[in-house]
């Protein structure tokens, strides 16, 4: 696939968003003029793209789409329910369309006859469908031709014009759709020199004469989405009053659409009465370039672009910064050895640096979740649909900023637990009703930062988890005992075993008992935790807890018995000597009391089995994650390090309590403990 190619597809995908995302908006809030043109902009883009390829499927379709949302914006048809359902499926078929097109693939039967419904019902909705087809003869078509004007377009680009996005060309490429051009020339009177051109920066202008029978409204529509970054007057060819003030503004113009032959503009060489002239200062040239020079520097402090990058790019340019920050590491590491006090600033430098580089690539990669997660409003909106229930979906702290690497590999598994909300979780309009609640359900996706994780809670105002029915099934599946002493939770946990399904009949939603152990699997995999909390009657809540990125993180070094551990740095709560004091108050127990709060220590040398060391003191590292704090027992603390995450391979990822490795400056290994399975371990052994 080619580069314009790849651009083309990206571009149709965040039209789709658009149109979709408005058309829920829609359905929630009702119909408004901003989302009305959002849907036309998104069409009417998808369109003419769509036709500089050649997909003339896309552009067929496209076509009719945009006619019926054009009379809507013009308020000649009015967008009910029933029309937002048919855009919602036209906006998956276009998508398929383009998918078909991009893969150089012929239409199938099944999707031949899908575009062929969906275009008679567009078809049907516009306006004029039921009126009858005017004859077309010889007298007709000359009245049609006597009906072509010749319109006078001057266009002038503004300095900002690049940061639209446009392309001049592809905009001007369209007028070949509606006429013919007959005369174009480009005005490069107001490029400066060479050494005070700014390249974000635009100068030219047109003038054309241009040859139609569409309207002025029509021609102004190919400009639609620049109108704010051009200067545009259309006006008829003959209107010789426009032309005489256009070329009154512009020095020179009357002179150079003379020699392009501009037939009209040779009728304003006519005698004028002389006029007394009041001399005015002349202002010099390096006066007005000065001017000029100011005016670039205010704009410029102004303006901000946007870039689109291939994230594979930034995935290698945090790649290399993670052998940076390990090489570094050793420069470090060589300096202390060498004590080489000139060597040790150079070093101390290009560490304050790389850290600096770090924390700005990685904000690249981080995005506001709510761009990604109005896509699940979509979903809610389908499901609910098939089961016949209304759903009121809810996003909150869609703006919490989230690794876009982690947001796309968590979209499959929020799926799979909304649809299980909607189809199990909340009841039917008729059994809410009878239980004296809302006919319609409640169900949000809140987000929001917490102890150096980002949390993403689904919550539910349901018939909450069936806790006997699951624990039942688990016994008769033989993944727990039958006397057993199971908490509430444990229990709510259950369901995310394989096989372990409590649904009545199976659905094509969900009801298999596959899936949410897929859904744990994948969560996990991002180094990230799962609960469930659930009262019968009232709803359940999934709670999920994720780390900001995937790549590098601020660790603690520390050590016990004969290895050196990683501890995230944004867990850490505090760390405190386990002085005689301490000692004393533990009596044989894994607890101390910490500021009149009993905080279980986990000894880290016992957990790992490793062999026992004499230490001049004993440290605890206090880590938190959510509601739980736990104490772990270690031997030394060396204090921060950056921390570049490496997998353990096959062998060791399972490795209970251990999510990955670094390499220290000195070539040694350290663990990275993951906090969350430790403190799991550590509760499981209290209760």
Not at 79 to 99: G, P
């Amino acid at each position: 696939m080619t580069e314009e190619l790849d651009l083309f597809v990206e571009d149709v995908d965040e039209q789709l968003t658009f149109m979709e995302n408005a058309l829920i908006s829609m359905q929630e809030n009702g119909v408004d003029d901003e989302s009305v043109g959002a849907l036309f902009r998104a069409m009417h883009t998808i369109k003419g793209t769509a036709g500089m390829f050649g997909f003339d499927a896309v552009v067929g379709f496209a076509h009719i789409a945009e006619n019926l949302l054009s009379d809507v914006r013009d308020g000649k048809v009015e967008l009910n329910e029933a029309m937002i359902e048919i855009f919602l499926q036209s906006k998956d078929h276009t998508q398929t369309l383009v998918d078909l097109a991009v893969a150089n693939e012929a239409l199938d039967t099944q999707t031949q006859a899908k575009n062929d419904e969906l275009l008679a019902i567009l078809k049907s909705m516009l306006p004029n469908a039921n009126k009858e087809t005017p004859k077309i003869d010889a007298e007709i078509l000359a009245d049609e031709a006597e009906g072509e004007k010749l319109w006078h377009i001057s266009l002038r680009l503004k300095a900002n014009f690049f940061a639209s996005g446009m392309d001049i060309i592809n905009i001007l490429s369209f007028f070949d759709m509606l006429g013919e051009v007959k005369k174009l020339i480009c005005l490069d009177t107001n490029i400066p020199l060479l050494q005070d051109i700014n390249p974000t920066e635009a100068y030219i202008g047109y003038e054309s004469l241009f040859l139609t029978d569409a309207s002025y409204a029509d021609i102004e529509e190919i400009f639609e989405f620049v109108l704010d970054d051009v200067e545009l007057e259309i006006f008829n060819a003959d209107d010789i009053d426009m032309l005489e003030a256009l070329c009154d503004r512009e020095e020179g113009l009357k002179e150079k659409l003379i020699i392009a032959g501009f037939e009209n503009a040779s009728k304003l060489e006519k005698e004028v009465e002389p006029e007394v002239v009041v001399e005015t200062p002349k202002v010099s040239t390096v006066q007005k370039n000065e001017k000029q020079a100011e005016k670039t520097v205010k704009k410029e402090t102004k303006k901000s672009f946007s870039l689109r990058v291939d994230s594979t790019k930034i995935d290698q340019l945090i790649n290399q910064i993670s052998e940076m920050v390990i090489a570094n590491a050793k420069v470090t590491q060589r300096a202390d050895v060498l004590d080489d006090n000139e060597l040790s600033e150079s070093a101390t430098i290009l560490s304050d640096m790389l850290e600096e580089i770090r924390t700005g690539v990685m904000n690249i990669r981080m995005v506001q979740v709510g761009d990604s997660f109005n896509k699940f409003k979509r979903i809610v909106h389908d499901v609910a649909k098939k089961v016949d229930k209304e759903i009121d979906f809810e996003i909150i702290g869609g703006e919490t900023e989230l690794d876009k690497m982690v947001v796309e590999k968590i979209s499959d598994p929020l799926m799979h637990m909304l649809r299980n909300s909607i189809d199990h979780g909340i009841e039917s309009p008729a059994e809410r009703k009878s239980l004296g609640k809302n006919p319609k359900g409640h169900v949000s996706l809140k987000t929001y930062p917490d102890a150096g994780t980002i949390v993403i809670e689904i919550n539910d105002d349901g018939r909450g988890l069936p806790r006997d029915k699951i624990l039942a099934k688990a016994i008769a599946n033989g993944l727990v005992e039958e006397n057993n002493n199971l908490s509430d939770k444990e229990i709510y946990n259950l369901i995310f075993a394989a096989g372990l399904s409590t649904a009545e009949k199976v659905s094509d939603i969900s009801g298999r008992g596959v899936g949410m152990d897929v859904v744990k699997r994948n969560i996990e995999a991002l180094r990230g935790t799962v609960e469930i909390d659930s009262t019968a009657g009232e709803g359940s809540l999934f709670t999920i807890r994720l780390p900001l990125t995937l790549a590098i993180i601020d660790g603690f070094l520390i050590q016990s018995g004969n290895t050196k551990y990683i501890v995230p740095l944004e867990m850490i709560q505090e760390c405190i000597e386990l002085d005689d004091n301490y000692k004393k108050e533990m009596d044989g127990n894994e607890f101390i009391n910490l500021r009149d709060s009993m905080l279980p220590l986990l000894d880290v040398r016992s957990y790992f089995h490793e062999e026992q060391t004499q230490s001049e003191r004993e440290n605890v590292v206090v880590v938190r994650y959510g509601d739980y704090k736990v104490g772990m027992m270690v031997d030394e603390l060396f204090g921060e390090f950056q921390t570049v995450i490496k997998p353990l391979g096959e062998v060791f990822a399972n490795v209970p309590g251990i999510s990955g490795g670094t390499i220290l400056g000195s070539g040694e290994i350290a663990l990275i403990f993951d906090i969350p399975k430790l403190i799991e371990h550590k509760l499981r052994e209290i209760n």
